[in-house]
């Protein structure tokens, strides 16, 4: 099985398969802490460990 693969400005699945109700909760997770992804991206790009960020609740 592929991993899926979003992006995240967009939510927009680039690769692998899900459920759509599990890709609709993915995404809305997303839109809430985008802000928290990209710093996170950027750390993990280097080798650093991002930061935690909560579940959606």
């Known amino acids: 099985m592929v991993c ?3 992006l995240i400005e967009t939510g927009e699945r680039i690769t ?3 459920p759509p109700n599990k890709e609709k909760l993915i ?3 997303m ?3 985008k802000e928290d992804l ?3 991206w950027e ?3 280097k080798g650093e ?3 935690r960020i909560d ?3």
């Open 31 to 33: 839109l809430i802490h």
């Open 55 to 57: 579940p959606l609740r």
């Open 38 to 40: 990209f710093p996170d």
């Open 16 to 18: 692998g398969k899900m």
């Open 27 to 29: 995404q809305a997770w």
């Open 4 to 6: 899926p693969l979003l």
């Open 49 to 51: 460990e991002p930061f």
């Open 43 to 45: 750390l993990a790009v």
